[in-house]
């Protein structure tokens, strides 16, 4: 079964860090793009920041300068450094990856369930 697992959800004070991980498992032939996206209570959900399979990055204006999006290709595995972190970065955050799980189809989109992120004021 394929799936993706996030890491390393849980409450700082403001200013504090923390470090999410993402792992893709399951028979899996490649990795496409890899993100994290982020849902507020009341609000959309939106992307915090993406990572090609090459490695290029883009990251919501809200978060840059402070979060880092990173990747280990050999373990499928992409990590969200957050640094200086705000109350209005509190959120549930989601692992998102286009998968090839068939060499004769194209990438799909998979989604982690999320972990919870609590910063205190």
């Known amino acids: 079964q394929v799936q993706l697992v996030e890491s390393g959800g849980g409450l700082v004070q403001a200013g504090g860090s923390l470090r999410l991980s993402c792992a893709a498992s399951g028979r899996i032939f490649k990795v496409n793009a890899m993100g994290w996206y982020r849902r507020s209570p009341g609000k959309q959900r939106e992307l915090v920041a993406g990572?090609?399979?090459?490695?290029?990055?883009n990251y919501a204006d809200s978060v840059k300068g402070r979060f880092t999006i990173s990747r280990d290709n050999a373990k499928m595995t992409v990590y969200l450094q957050m640094n200086s972190l705000k109350p209005e970065d509190t959120a549930v955050y989601y692992c998102n990856a286009g998968l090839l799980t068939n060499p004769t189809m194209t990438y799909i989109d998979h989604w982690g369930r999320g972990t919870q992120v609590t910063v205190s004021s």
């Open positions: 990572i090609t399979s090459g490695g290029s990055t």
